[in-house]
């Protein structure tokens, strides 16, 4: 099993950045990554990044604003919004999972964060 903890989400303007944060305890992960969840939406994959080397991987909206981080050995991952658009706005959650073969199929309780206009 995987324990995730995410902190860092709030309330920034557009334009404005914040920081997310997450701690796995538990199990050695192979890769862990962010989704968000926007209201009447389904979830999406944001970022991800892999232990094992390789570049990390984006969705399109946030390539070039987002950057994601992390170290494999402390099971910690990070992402650094820069120039938030309203349309971020989300509840964003960390994932994990243990090996190459397997999806991400360890999730966080998910964070808040809010962009106004």
């Known amino acids: 099993q995987v324990h995730l903890v995410e902190s860092g989400g709030g309330l920034v303007q557009a334009g404005g950045s914040l920081r997310l944060s997450c701690a796995a305890s538990?199990?050695?992960?192979?890769?862990m990554g962010w989704f968000r969840q926007a209201p009447g939406k389904e979830r999406e994959f944001v970022a991800g990044i892999r232990w094992s080397g390789g570049s990390p991987s984006y969705t399109d909206p946030v390539k070039g604003r987002f950057t994601i981080s992390g170290d494999g050995a402390k099971n910690s991952v990070y992402l650094q919004m820069n120039s938030l658009k309203p349309e971020d706005t989300a509840v964003y959650y960390c994932a994990a999972s243990a090996s190459p073969l397997s999806p991400y199929d360890y999730w966080g309780q998910g964070t808040q964060v809010t962009v106004s206009s």
């Open positions: 538990g199990r050695t992960t192979y890769r």
